[in-house]
């Protein structure tokens, strides 16, 4: 069974269940329909239908996703770079840091996160199709999503008051420059490369007009001679979770168990949300007056991005390495990552920080070999290592 916020069910049909043949393969959408499957798998009555209906959805997909792929158009790496986002950097003046370096934050006030919640996502957890507040009108699942509500605010309240979890930060600023499709990060004292951000590049054929985005685009051009500047952050709101989901283990209460897991989770993005407002407001402050409501924060109605590794604009996993060697993530604040580039704890997000006026969020989509082997130079990987960890984004099959 595969799940989690970066796979999918076609990543799953083309991807991972051709290469599997010790059993069958499913895409599960979220760990509370797990139950339901494995019932399905161990019935003697259920088990062969069940199966082969997933195996031939999956053919399904597979045959359309080789008919989409073979009818997106593609530029070159080197027509794509041709229609990279040209900023006018000639009058434009980089908003400077007041800190540059490292912050630590730790037993960050649980109570200050909540004000920033955004509670679309976890109704979709629980698999209720809907918009928060709307959601609760609903003439379908309204009512049940004002009992789910209701329930996660009670169970909300106690974890802050018990605290139950330890919410800790780190974010960094640092001078930098871009150069091609990678970002530099700069010594402080000395200017020199200190470390280098990789990044890639829109390869699909665009209308007239709009650019082919890479990150790097955002950050001033190295021939530009001046500094610019990029921030990084990771934070974490999982700490102390496995002594609570143990307590509802014992217990039976599977509810419960996904409850705080989807509050965990929803504490960890209003963590992100909340510290992206304060490089703005404090740490960058390049808008100390901003003045937004958190309604205009969910919809990113401020300037600046906060791109993570591994999500449409920087669609490789690998680069979180980069990171959490720059903010030193593991010693300051306990996330770990595993051979897989998934942070431990689960309920964590990292990132970087953009203040150029026009960056904007967008997706990578389909890559060509061109790309991969120019970025697999530049990271110094294997070839074959970089088409796995870029797998869902080739525009063509491996060797």
């Not at 789910?148 to 420059?177: C, H, N, Y």
């Not at 593991?330 to 960056?359: K, Q």
Request: aromatic share 10%; with cysteine.
């Amino acid at each position: 069974m595969i799940g989690g916020a970066t796979t999918s069910r076609a990543h799953t049909a083309v991807k991972i269940e051709p290469h599997y043949h010790n059993g069958p393969t499913l895409y599960v959408t979220d760990a509370s329909r797990a139950v339901g499957v494995a019932g399905s798998l161990l019935s003697q009555d259920l088990k062969a239908d069940y199966v082969a209906k997933i195996a031939k959805e999956y053919e399904e997909v597979r045959t359309h996703h080789a008919g989409r792929k073979a009818k997106t158009p593609m530029h070159s790496l080197s027509e794509a770079r041709l229609e990279a986002y040209q900023g006018d950097w000639t009058g434009y003046v980089p908003p400077t840091p007041k800190t540059l370096g490292l912050q630590t934050f730790d037993h960050y006030p649980l109570a200050e996160l909540v004000p920033f919640i955004d509670w679309s996502p976890f109704f979709q957890t629980w698999e209720l199709a809907g918009s928060y507040p709307k959601i609760l009108e609903d003439e379908v699942v309204g009512e049940a999503a004002q009992r789910l509500l209701a329930d996660a605010k009670t169970m909300l309240d106690l974890l802050v008051k018990e605290e139950w979890l330890t919410a800790r930060a780190v974010i960094g600023l640092f001078k930098a420059q871009s150069c091609g499709d990678d970002i530099e990060v700069l010594d402080e004292t000395q200017g020199n490369s200190w470390s280098v951000l990789h990044h890639l590049r829109q390869q699909g054929v665009k209308p007239p007009g709009q650019p082919n985005y890479a990150l790097s685009d955002f950050i001033a051009p190295k021939d530009k001679g001046f500094v610019d500047y990029i921030g990084g952050f990771a934070v974490t709101t999982g700490i102390g979770i496995e002594s609570h989901l143990d307590r509802f283990a014992k217990d039976h209460d599977d509810y419960s168990a996904i409850m705080l897991k989807a509050l965990a989770d929803r504490l960890a993005e209003a963590f992100a949300e909340c510290m992206h407002q304060r490089i703005r407001r404090e740490f960058w402050g390049y808008r100390a007056d901003e003045a937004l409501t958190n309604s205009a924060l969910i919809e990113e109605q401020y300037q600046g991005i906060r791109p993570a590794p591994g999500y449409p604009a920087c669609p490789d996993h690998t680069e979180k390495k980069t990171l959490f060697k720059l903010l030193d993530v593991e010693a300051r604040i306990g996330i770990s990552l595993t051979e897989s580039f998934a942070m431990s704890p689960a309920s964590s997000v990292s990132g970087w920080y953009f203040s150029h006026p026009d960056a904007r969020y967008f997706n990578v989509g389909k890559i060509g070999r061109d790309q991969v082997e120019d970025y697999a130079h530049r990271k110094g990987f294997p070839l074959k290592d970089m088409e796995r960890w870029l797998a869902p984004h080739l525009s063509y099959d491996p060797d």
